[in-house]
């Protein structure tokens, strides 16, 4: 079955630094990846995907991916955390066939960053 | 700007006293998902549309209900709601050229 996992509740940085919110998965064949951000009472915010080449993803708001085959892992990353990048932080897989596509969510990874 | 969009935001609804949210997106995308957010939980998928063919996930409770009446706008029904059933419910849509998923703003319901 596929899914997705975010080992970490919350993840606190300071401003300025680098910050990595971690994502592994577990699909059959080609992974469709996705990062999401969640402000408080807001919807589901999308940062970037990955679905095929290069395995570095640039995305919004300066975040980016690296997805890594051989780990099975899509890490979040960000060279420099803002105050403002506080939020939560869902990774996501799709499944499915086309037409019947669903999307399997991580627990959420919450980051603070502080100042 | 293309977007989707859910009313209201906020809905206080009575134990048992039956609700609608609705939903409309501008993106002419023909997939649209319906899903129950706890507490800063995942997203919890409760139903969603490929058109007008209905999917229904095999854990949503029978006191959910959905319609779909055109591309552009979809429905989720409560038809008794009961205490347990308080969260935000977030719309998205999907289709087309695009692999990504669009969410709407949410609702947060509050059921006294």
């Known amino acids: 079955a596929q899914s997705v996992a975010q080992p970490e509740d919350q993840v606190n940085v300071a401003e300025g630094n680098p910050l990595t919110v971690k994502c592994t998965y577990s699909?059959?064949?080609?992974?469709?990846l996705f990062w999401y951000v969640q402000y408080p009472n807001r919807g589901l915010q999308f940062l970037l995907k990955?679905?095929?080449?290069?395995?570095l993803v640039k995305g919004s708001y300066g975040f980016e991916a690296e997805f890594n085959k051989s780990q099975t892992s899509f890490h979040l990353k960000k060279p420099s955390a803002l105050v403002s990048d506080s939020a939560l932080y869902f990774c996501?897989?799709?499944?499915?066939?086309?037409?019947?596509?669903?999307?399997?969510f991580g627990t959420g990874t919450r980051l603070k960053v502080l100042a | 700007d293309a977007m989707v969009i859910q009313n209201p935001r906020y809905q206080v609804t009575q134990f048992g006293k039956p609700v609608t949210l609705s939903c409309s997106q501008t993106?002419?995308?023909?997939?649209m998902y319906w899903y129950q957010q706890k507490s800063s939980q995942a997203p919890k998928l409760l139903f969603h549309y490929y058109d007008k063919d209905f999917n229904n996930e095999a854990d949503t409770p029978d006191n959910f209900q959905s319609r779909r009446p055109n591309t552009s706008f979809c429905f989720l029904d409560i038809r008794s709601p009961g205490l347990g059933d308080a969260a935000m419910y977030l719309c998205?849509?999907?289709?087309?050229?695009?692999?990504?998923?669009?969410f709407g703003p949410g609702t947060r319901l509050t059921v006294l």
């Open positions: 990955y679905i095929t080449g290069d395995n």
């Open positions: 993106l002419n995308h023909n997939v």
């Open positions: 699909v059959s064949g080609n992974p469709y």
């Open positions: 996501a897989v799709r499944r499915g066939n086309s037409g019947t596509y669903k999307y399997i």
């Open positions: 998205a849509t999907a289709g087309g050229s695009t692999d990504t998923q669009y």
